[in-house]
């Protein structure tokens, strides 16, 4: 079966042809109100998901500066690497798995570069500079007062927009309360991370005032890579070329056939990345379906049936006579899916209260005490997961072996460390080798909620 890779177009050399700047006639139509539905819903997540507490964490937080983690209120650790591993590759695969159905739909629906572009400050710019053609004959025309309060007033509100979400983006890195306290604190307390958002807010208002959508067809991988991933039976935006040629205008007494495209070109001027759907498949298209409502709403006017452009799968386009739709491998990658979710699931409940490192002192080795028993001596480093206050004891797994604690700790506090100092104690007659394996339990309200292995010596002469 034919991928679509060959279908993609080679893209021209660099400093082939300066860079034409895209003018978006402003969309409408029912897939753009869906696409605001999902849109300004995501962005209202954005807004409010780290003021959100469960158990007093963070819906989201992602601390690395102290390589601490908030996931619907379940704080995760370094100790807890694997599970964000799993979670790593359940986005991977559900990324590849609506690309290989639904093409680069999460493009131009779900992703932050589309939806703060288009629901943002497009909309913005629409509402100062009017419409594609009142924007083209803008930058065009003199250098007039008008025009300079226009721009002055438009990257003044984008580089505002910019400098609240680089302020939101840090509140899921160090908490909002952490972001409060520098809000209020004076600037020079805080000079260098006030640089450092100063330094984001310009990459973003970079990124939206003037690269746009330079981020989608150059700068992000992702759309290459569904060159590879997409085949005959992958679902895409994508013109009906057998209905719709051969095009052209339509003329009264005209008899020369024509197919349903009339030229308008108006799926070309709603496109956020300037292509032509018409000409097939292409590695700019986002999937953002501004072409599709402004193709419906000609055939509407025309008496013609919609979606002359529309999703199909792509062997539907290409190869109409004898095309069998197969899910073969959206099945295959679903059940990898299912089990990945699992596993995720499965670890995620699983995981302790509580997690500690055991190791025997430094440089030290065992001692034999007055009353004849032989001594280790440890040191514990624990910390607490559950998100509450904790007691807890320490206990040896085995009857024949004593706990001696040198610094009696029996409170852990919520997410916090502590290290503990203390002795395993054990009968010169119960001393079979010079090295052998023990565990020590951590215990709270009566269970064990994680058990430590480390190994005990000991002089086996003695016995």
Request: charged content about 20%; glycine content about 8%; proline content about 4%.
């Amino acid at each position: 079966m034919g991928t679509a890779a060959s279908n993609i177009p080679v893209k021209r050399k660099r400093n082939q042809e300066p860079r034409k700047w895209i003018y978006a006639k402003k969309p409408a139509g029912q897939l753009y109100n869906y696409r605001q539905w999902v849109g300004y819903s995501l962005l209202l997540f954005f807004f409010i998901a780290p003021f959100i507490k469960i158990k007093g964490n963070p819906f989201l937080m992602f601390n690395i500066i102290e390589r601490k983690f908030s996931i619907f209120g379940n704080l995760f650790y370094p100790q807890d690497l694997h599970i964000a591993v799993f979670g790593m590759l359940i986005v991977m695969v559900c990324v590849v798995l609506f690309t290989v159905v639904f093409g680069r739909v999460w493009c131009g629906w779900t992703c932050p570069q589309t939806i703060f572009m288009e629901l943002v400050f497009r909309r913005i710019e629409y509402l100062i500079e009017g419409d594609w053609m009142q924007q083209k004959k803008l930058n065009e025309g003199p250098n007039t007062d008008a025009r300079a309060w226009k721009k002055l007033l438009k990257h003044t509100i984008f580089f505002l927009i910019a400098f609240i979400i680089s302020n939101l983006f840090l509140s899921y890195v160090i908490g909002v309360e952490a972001l409060f306290k520098i809000m209020t604190d004076p600037i020079d307390t805080h000079i260098v991370g006030f640089i450092s958002i100063l330094i984001f807010a310009g990459l973003f208002y970079g990124v939206f005032a003037h690269v746009r959508e330079v981020v989608c067809t150059t700068i992000c991988p992702y759309g290459r890579l569904q060159g590879v991933l997409l085949d005959d039976n992958s679902i895409t935006v994508a013109y009906d070329k057998n209905r719709g040629e051969p095009r052209g205008k339509m003329r009264k007494g005209d008899t020369e056939p024509k197919g349903d495209c009339v030229d308008c070109n108006l799926c070309v001027h709603v496109c956020p990345t300037g292509i032509d759907i018409r000409k097939g498949l292409q590695m700019e298209c986002v999937s953002c379906t501004a072409c599709i409502d402004a193709c419906d709403d000609v055939m509407v006017k025309i008496g013609k049936p919609k979606r002359l452009i529309g999703f199909y799968p792509m062997g539907e386009i290409e190869k109409s006579e004898g095309f069998k739709r197969s899910n073969t491998r959206a099945i295959a990658y679903s059940i990898v899916l299912a089990a990945l979710i699992g596993v995720f699931i499965a670890m995620i409940f699983s995981r302790s209260d509580i997690d500690g490192r055991l190791l025997r002192a430094k440089g030290s080795t065992y001692q034999v005490m007055e009353n004849g028993k032989v001594s280790n001596l440890y040191t514990m480093e624990l910390i607490n997961k559950s998100g509450k206050d904790m007691n807890f004891s320490i206990e040896s797994a085995d009857p024949k072996t004593t706990v001696q604690i040198v610094n009696d700790i029996h409170v852990l506090q919520k997410d916090k460390t502590a290290t503990l100092s203390f002795f395993l104690l054990k009968e010169k007659g119960d001393i079979e080798k010079y090295k052998q394996d023990v565990k020590v339990n951590i215990v709270s309200d009566g269970r064990v909620i994680e058990s430590l292995k480390t190994t005990f010596i000991g002089p086996t002469t003695l016995k």
